[in-house]
């Protein structure tokens, strides 16, 4: 495998997960509190029938209600890319 194809790769996963974590924050401005709110009213993260894209998003749901219960005042944004490592 080359470097560009596992920097595609990676990037790609990125955005998956970028992706699946900022899909409720629907507002630049949202805060952690607000996100969490949302999450609540929408229920679980949305199954894509992959097992390991599914795991995937969980855990990064899971990082991002902890995170945010901990910094309510936080931007929701920023709270996803800390939690994905950005």
Known sequence: MTIASR???A???CVLLAS???AQVTDPEMSCADYLK???STGGTPKTGDAAMDK???DVDA???TFCTANPK???MDAAMKV???
């Open 7 to 9: 920097a595609f790769g």
């Open 11 to 13: 990037a790609f996963a």
């Open 20 to 22: 699946s974590a900022s």
């Open 38 to 40: 949302t999450a609540a």
């Open 56 to 58: 995937m998003a969980a």
């Open 63 to 65: 990082k991002m209600k």
């Open 74 to 76: 936080v931007k929701a």
């Open 84 to 86: 994905m490592g950005g």
